[in-house]
């Protein structure tokens, strides 16, 4: 509480942040804007009250996308204050049954990779009567959301799938921790496949360790803070078995809604003994891609894609990480054309859960921003988060646009060296000749 008041203390009210939240853009009302949410967060702490209906509708609305923090000229920490309310909502208000499923079905299913895998499976039958659900009160707009967002295919499983290490393919030069995560692996493999060929071709050890999953974030977001601080502890355990082992120069994590999770694993376990050592180690080693392949250097790239690329840069990744030029300085240097998207500071939607219990503020969201992304007229569009690719994409698939989403890594790994990206493949994009250096 000590540091939520902290927090309270330190807004001035001045309104800053209310230009930069998409939800106040799209509903224009103040409760709807990180200030408005501030006074009734403040309220009912203050007051030590439980939370109010119109309290969890706002707070709700939330994206928890971060703008706001970029925006706030007081510096003033929203994401700890509304992770706060999230958990005190969840501890002190009785939501209706429709809501309680919706999120002990999210919660049972996303973080677990075999679930989730069977849950995909099942939603491939049920996806053409998604639209018939639409019509049940409180639930049918979200479950047919859920299911519109399952891919029509699996793909197969990964071999990353298992504890491993994976040796260097150049001159070892460090070692690393890759997380593999929780719904990445299951929905795009190719994306820790293509970061593991870049970071061993960089010369990087990379270990997979034994009991290491999910970060805990899309939990955590739900308010589930239970849940979301046993899947950080065991990551953190996993995580410095291999600190105090052989030792680790990063933490590496590919998508950057995990990324913000972990780095805040310092903050989560402060007042815990037992881990709040650990916790800050883990929290100081833990990188974005991106940042990763900055420190040790790109490899030199063996072909020239001279592709148009829309960078979309996910709120994790700009707001949560303060991550901007990083990933458009490697495409750059990679040999792509990049092109910024307007209105970039706006969240496309996803955040998570949201995109599936919030369906028509997502929704309105989505549409928004491949829009905007679309005025760049890209070839390929690349970003660093996995629910964006997946948010944005289906945006592209209702807008009828056939131009590819990929993570950044897998444009970074196949410039200097990896195969052609399978959706690139898929779409016939041609290969690019090679460049001098793999020609000599
Ligand atoms: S959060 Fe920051 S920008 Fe927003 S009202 Fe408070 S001080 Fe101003
Ligand atoms: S986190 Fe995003 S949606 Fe929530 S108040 Fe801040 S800017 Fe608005």
Redesign the pocket.
């Known amino acids: 509480m000590q540091a939520s008041e902290k927090i309270l203390r330190s807004?001035?009210?001045?309104?800053?942040?209310t230009a930069t939240c998409p939800t106040y853009l799209l509903l224009g009302d103040e409760l709807d804007s990180?200030?408005g949410r501030?006074y009734l967060i403040k309220d009912m702490f203050e007051n030590g009250r439980p939370a109010t209906k119109e309290v969890v509708r706002h707070v709700d609305r939330c994206l928890s996308c971060l703008s706001?923090m970029s925006?706030?000229?007081?510096g003033?920490n929203?994401m700890h204050l509304v992770d706060h309310a999230r958990a005190h909502i969840e501890k002190t208000y009785q939501r209706d049954w429709t809501d309680r499923l919706m999120r002990a079905m999210l919660a049972a299913i996303l973080p677990y990779p075999n679930r989730l895998r069977w849950a995909l499976a099942l939603a491939g039958f049920a996806r053409p009567f998604a639209g018939l659900l639409r019509p049940i009160p409180k639930l049918g707009a979200r479950l047919a959301a859920m299911l519109e967002l399952a891919p029509w295919r699996l793909p197969p499983r990964t071999t990353l799938d298992h504890p491993q290490t994976i040796s260097a393919t150049a001159t070892q030069r460090g070692r690393v921790a890759l997380l593999s995560g929780c719904a990445q692996p299951v929905l795009n493999p190719d994306i820790n496949e293509a970061t593991v060929r870049l970071l061993t071709r960089m010369g990087l050890e990379i270990v997979l360790p034994e009991g290491e999953g999910c970060c805990g974030a899309l939990v955590h977001h739900i308010g589930k803070e239970d849940q979301a601080h046993a899947a950080a502890k065991r990551n953190i355990d996993a995580w410095c078995a291999e600190i105090d082992g052989k030792g680790l120069d990063a933490i590496v994590i590919t998508a950057s809604g995990c990324g913000t999770s972990i780095k805040d694993y310092g903050f989560m376990f402060r007042n815990d003994p037992a881990y709040a050592e650990k916790a800050a180690k883990v929290s100081a080693l833990a990188k974005d891609v991106t940042e990763v392949v900055s420190r040790f250097g790109l490899p030199d790239t063996t072909r020239k894609p001279d592709l148009v690329v829309a960078y979309h840069s996910a709120c994790s990744m700009q707001h949560g990480q303060q991550i901007k030029d990083e990933p458009k300085k490697l495409l750059k240097a990679a040999g792509f054309q990049i092109r910024d998207v307007p209105e970039g500071h706006i969240c496309c939607g996803s955040a998570g859960t949201y995109n599936i219990l919030q369906p028509e503020i997502a929704g309105r969201l989505r549409a928004r921003k491949v829009g905007n992304i679309m005025k760049m007229s890209p070839e390929v569009i690349a970003t660093g988060n996995l629910g964006c690719m997946t948010q944005i994409g289906k945006g592209l698939r209702e807008a009828q646009h056939t131009v590819p989403i990929l993570h950044s890594v897998e444009l970074l790994d196949w410039a200097t060296g990896g195969p052609m990206p399978p959706v690139l493949v898929e779409r016939g994009f041609a290969e690019p000749a090679p460049t001098a250096i793999a020609a000599e």
């Open positions: 807004c001035v009210h001045c309104g800053f942040c990180p200030r501030i706001c925006t706030c000229p007081s003033v929203y």
